[in-house]
């Protein structure tokens, strides 16, 4: 059902807020009975944690590096959405091993997932840079209303109200999902930092034998600066009436840190406040303060 909320119309399914436009109900009934084989990779994030850039690495390192993929076929058929609609129509041209990604928190993947063997790389990204970049992305957006000011798009995303539901909801499902050695936790900051060692931990976990040469060539095409130049990768063919680049780019700035430029000292006292208060009992802790 379609209901409305206060940052725009959305898909409910099963508690969380979907975009409808590409989430309807064959897709997600789709998704449920989807069958999920041993080979399989999915890339998994809470929405603007470097789901793109998970779109771009993990066809290169599971192709040993050719780039034919990443420049003939658009990201988002290349490497589907578990959740989205798109999926039932490429599901059939995927190669094996088949790369997925997907918003999903643990206990909506398929009952298939669970039996299998594929494997899970999560993506961590700093959640007052997620704040950022969501902010920035619902000013774009089509399917999502306008954001208002920070201040009250800080309460709506720490309430809940967004996408795919809370940010420590999604972490701490994943992190709870005792998966072993199936799932290999990475933060997009690493990824910033060092990006031939990130790619150099995600072959190692997906037991690539890569040599430094390749790792580098898909470093160098995965920078921010070859995906924004990417029309297969920035979502420049992303029809207007969805996606207005003219407000805000989609692939924006890709950098680690830019909460700094947004946040207050009120509004920093307050995110950690609850970020803290939500993640209390927990037996992991945060890759970074939110200090």
């Known amino acids: 059902e379609e209901i409305k909320a206060s940052c725009g119309t959305f898909r409910s399914y099963r508690g ?10 064959e897709s997600l009934e789709f998704a449920q009975n989807f069958s999920v084989e041993d080979s399989d990779v999915f890339g998994v994030t809470y929405p603007k944690s470097g789901t ?3 779109q771009e690495i993990l066809p290169l390192v599971l192709s040993g590096g050719d780039l034919t993929p990443v420049q003939t076929v658009v990201n988002w058929d290349r490497v589907p ?10 599901v059939d041209k995927l190669v094996s091993p088949r790369a997925l990604v997907t918003h999903f928190q643990y206990s909506f993947m398929p009952p298939s997932f669970r039996t299998s ?3 899970v790389i999560y993506v961590l990204r700093n959640p007052k840079d997620v704040l950022v970049s969501s902010y920035y992305f619902h000013q774009m957006a089509a399917f999502l209303e306008d954001p208002g000011t920070f201040d009250e798009f ?15 909801d999604h972490v701490k499902s994943w992190k709870n999902a005792e998966l072993g050695d199936r799932i290999l936790f990475i933060t997009y900051e690493e990824m910033v930092q060092d990006l031939p060692a990130s790619i150099r931990r995600i072959s190692d976990f997906l037991r690539r034998n890569l040599s430094e040469d390749v ?4 470093a160098e095409n995965c920078s921010f600066q070859s995906m924004k130049a990417n029309a297969m990768s ?3 063919l992303c029809p207007k009436e969805y996606m207005d680049s003219d407000k805000s780019p989609f692939l924006r ?3 680690a840190g830019d909460w700094k430029n947004h946040f207050n000292s009120e509004q920093l006292a307050r995110f950690k406040s609850v970020i803290t208060k939500e993640l209390e009992g927990e037996n992991f802790s945060l890759p970074w303060s939110l200090d």
């Not at 969380?16 to 109900?25: R, S």
């Not at 800080?154 to 420590?168: A, Q, S, Y």
């Not at 790792?215 to 898909?218: S, T, V, Y």
């Open 253 to 255: 700035k890709g950098i």
């Open 81 to 90: 959405w578990l959740e989205e609609k798109r999926l039932a129509q490429v």
């Open 215 to 218: 790792i580098h060539k898909i």
């Open 117 to 119: 063997k594929a494997k």
């Open 16 to 25: 969380l807020f979907l975009p409808p436009g590409a989430h309807t109900a």
């Open 154 to 168: 800080m309460e709506i995303f720490l309430d809940g109200r967004v996408v795919f539901g809370k940010w420590t």
């Open 234 to 236: 920035n979502f420049s």
């Open 52 to 54: 793109i850039w998970m």
